[in-house]
């Protein structure tokens, strides 16, 4: 049994209608999925990946409009960056100057010990990264035919995810005994030691880095920060032995719960970071036709018979040839 690598982060926004906006007309994704969260139907859901949604390739959002005057206090027990894949440093030249072109907020490029990587913010505060694959690391996804980003300089899915805890071995003990990644790199930069770990085959798409820093605040979740990270596994057999394998090992784990597109369990690490592990499917197709993704707000069956309630509730957005409008 063994964890397929990443499978989605979910964030917040405060305000859907631009999230979507920047999400695919800047960033190129396809929005696959305009739902709610299920915990709280009065907020929109908002999923985007590749040409279908591939597991490995989803960057969800939860809209929370009340956020919009509480920022994320960066801190201990959060996810600090996400790590987008695209394919090699043509690409990152190119998005470099999109960038700037659009008026986004980035670092530059830089050359780190693995990766070469650019650094930048949504309209939020996001913290992302684009990060050169060259090819490696598990299978990425196809970027969408129709996006306003040329394929070949297309985001394939998420490459990493960046962890910050204010110690380090609960955090590494989880990811390495529990969860069954393996360390593959470590380096100290001062008091802050950044740990890397990888699962199943490696590379990008498999990985999580660990960064220390024992004098961190504790983050505070608020517009712009990362609610939670979840890992993949294959089927509903594999979903409930990962949660007796989590329930044994002592920490507080969900039931399986059915969120219609994939299952989720959900647990907290010893760090404060909230992990999910989800399936690979069904996928967004099962209740929408592959070509007309994310055009309708689309809802699990047992929501159905409260739409016309949840439609009021929630400000429109469309979507036309991936543009938002509101």
Excluded: C
Aim: proline share 6%.
């Amino acid at each position: 049994m063994e964890l397929g690598g990443l499978h989605h982060m979910t964030a917040v926004t405060t305000n859907a209608a631009e999230n979507v906006a920047f999400y695919t007309d800047v960033l190129g994704l396809r929005l696959v999925k305009k739902t709610v969260n299920q915990d709280d139907v009065s907020a929109y859901h908002l999923f985007y990946g590749d040409e279908v949604g591939n597991p490995g390739t989803e960057i969800t959002f939860f809209d929370w409009p009340h956020l919009r005057v509480a920022p994320n206090h960066p801190g201990a027990g959060e996810v600090s960056t996400t790590e987008l894949r695209i394919p090699d440093r043509a690409a990152l030249d190119w998005w470099t100057a999109r960038f700037q072109d659009l008026g986004v907020d980035n670092s530059g490029i830089e050359e780190g010990k693995d990766r070469t990587y650019l650094d930048f913010t949504d309209p939020e505060g996001q913290r992302l990264r684009l990060s050169a694959d060259e090819g490696e690391g598990a299978q990425g996804g196809v970027p969408w035919e129709e996006s306003p980003v040329p394929r070949e300089m297309g985001i394939r899915g998420l490459g990493a995810v960046d962890l910050t805890v204010r110690e380090l071995e609960p955090t590494a003990w989880v990811l390495n005994e529990v969860l069954g990644f393996r360390k593959v790199g470590e380096r100290t930069n001062g008091e802050s030691q950044r740990v890397t770990f990888e699962v199943g085959a490696g590379g990008p798409g498999t990985t999580v880095r660990v960064v220390e820093k024992p004098d961190a605040p504790w983050t505070h979740l608020g517009r712009g920060g990362v609610h939670h990270i979840a890992f993949r596994t294959p089927d509903d057999e594999e979903h409930a032995a990962w949660r007796e394998r989590i329930r044994r090992s002592g920490l507080g784990v969900t039931p399986q719960i059915d969120r219609y597109y994939f299952r989720s369990i959900y647990f907290r690490e010893p760090g404060g970071v909230l992990f999910e592990i989800a399936t690979d499917g069904p996928g967004f197709a099962t209740d929408e036709d592959a070509a007309h993704l994310g055009e309708r707000l689309s809802l699990p069956p047992f929501l159905e018979e409260r739409r016309e309630e949840i439609e009021a509730g929630l400000d429109p957005i469309t979507v036309e040839g991936g543009t938002a409008r509101s």
